[in-house]
């Protein structure tokens, strides 16, 4: 544990905490995949973790299309107040839609649909925190992401100003000058990522996950 999860505060604390979550997550969840019972797990989400901000964080990291979160691009961080558990993202590079699909050259109608035979998204490797919350909470996770959709942060509109408000903080031609650069289109960057998110709304219209957006030809089908 000392040498697997670098800790980034407190070295005197050790790992013991650490261990204990993890641990006891992974006997309730093997215990619950193999009962079908969930409630000790859900409990123990509930009790160990603050579960609003654990809710909201994988409802909306899920609509980011996320492909690289399952052993890593996340910090576990325990809140000294109440000792309650929380994630926070770390690298969300080529999420809304661009892995495997998007780019300037895009003409919108190949989006990354997960790997074939491989439900994680990634080389089999599995994210037991979020699998395990969203085996014990998933009508709770559909219900919040309709929520947010419909007057919260996941709707279009307020995703497409969030898009051009960052879009404006960009210098094209800071971005040209580095040495590391590589050729880019920023407004053909910007529509692919508004209209994905015109299509994820309506992948919460439909609701259901396996659907393709209703009347439209972009081929996405929800995480």
Same mark, same amino acid.
């Given at each position: 544990?000392?040498?697997?999860?670098?800790?980034?505060?407190?070295?005197?604390?050790?790992?013991?905490?650490?261990? =204990?979550?993890?641990?006891?997550?992974?006997?309730?969840? %093997? +215990? %619950? +995949?193999?009962?079908?019972?969930?409630? +000790?797990?859900?409990?123990?989400?509930?009790?160990?973790?603050?579960? =609003?901000?654990?809710?909201?964080?994988? $409802?909306?990291?899920?609509?980011?299309?996320?492909?690289?979160?399952?052993?890593?691009?996340?910090?576990?961080?325990?809140?000294?107040?109440?000792?309650?558990?929380?994630?926070?993202? =770390?690298?969300?590079?080529?999420?809304?839609?661009?892995?495997?699909?998007? /780019?300037?050259?895009?003409?919108?109608?190949?989006?990354?649909?997960?790997?074939?035979?491989?439900?994680?998204?990634?080389?089999?490797? &599995?994210?037991?925190?979020?699998?395990?919350?969203?085996?014990?909470?998933?009508?709770?996770?559909?219900?919040?992401?309709?929520?947010?959709? $419909?007057?919260?942060?996941?709707?279009?509109?307020?995703?497409?100003?969030?898009?051009?408000?960052?879009? +404006?903080?960009? /210098?094209?031609?800071?971005?040209?000058?580095?040495?590391?650069?590589?050729? #880019?289109?920023?407004?053909?960057?910007?529509?692919?990522?508004?209209? &994905? $998110?015109? #299509?994820?709304? =309506?992948?919460?219209?439909? $609701?259901?996950?396996?659907?393709? #957006?209703?009347?439209?030809?972009?081929?996405?089908?929800?995480?």
């Amino acid at each position: 544990y000392k040498y697997t999860y670098q800790r980034l505060t407190n070295d005197w604390n050790g790992t013991r905490e650490l261990r =204990q979550m993890i641990e006891t997550l992974n006997t309730l969840r %093997a +215990a %619950a +995949a193999m009962s079908g019972n969930y409630s +000790a797990l859900r409990n123990y989400f509930m009790t160990t973790f603050d579960y =609003q901000k654990l809710l909201d964080y994988i $409802a909306i990291r899920n609509w980011s299309q996320p492909w690289d979160d399952q052993f890593h691009n996340h910090f576990l961080y325990r809140r000294l107040g109440d000792g309650k558990w929380l994630l926070i993202p =770390q690298d969300k590079d080529r999420e809304f839609g661009e892995h495997f699909g998007w /780019s300037p050259q895009s003409t919108g109608k190949s989006f990354y649909m997960g790997e074939q035979g491989d439900m994680d998204n990634r080389n089999g490797s &599995w994210n037991h925190i979020k699998d395990g919350f969203i085996k014990s909470f998933r009508a709770e996770i559909l219900a919040r992401i309709a929520e947010l959709d $419909a007057n919260g942060v996941l709707n279009p509109t307020t995703v497409k100003a969030k898009i051009d408000e960052a879009a +404006a903080t960009f /210098s094209v031609t800071d971005y040209n000058a580095s040495p590391a650069a590589l050729p #880019c289109s920023l407004a053909g960057e910007l529509m692919p990522m508004k209209v &994905w $998110a015109d #299509c994820r709304h =309506q992948d919460v219209l439909d $609701a259901a996950a396996s659907a393709k #957006c209703a009347g439209s030809t972009c081929g996405l089908k929800a995480d």
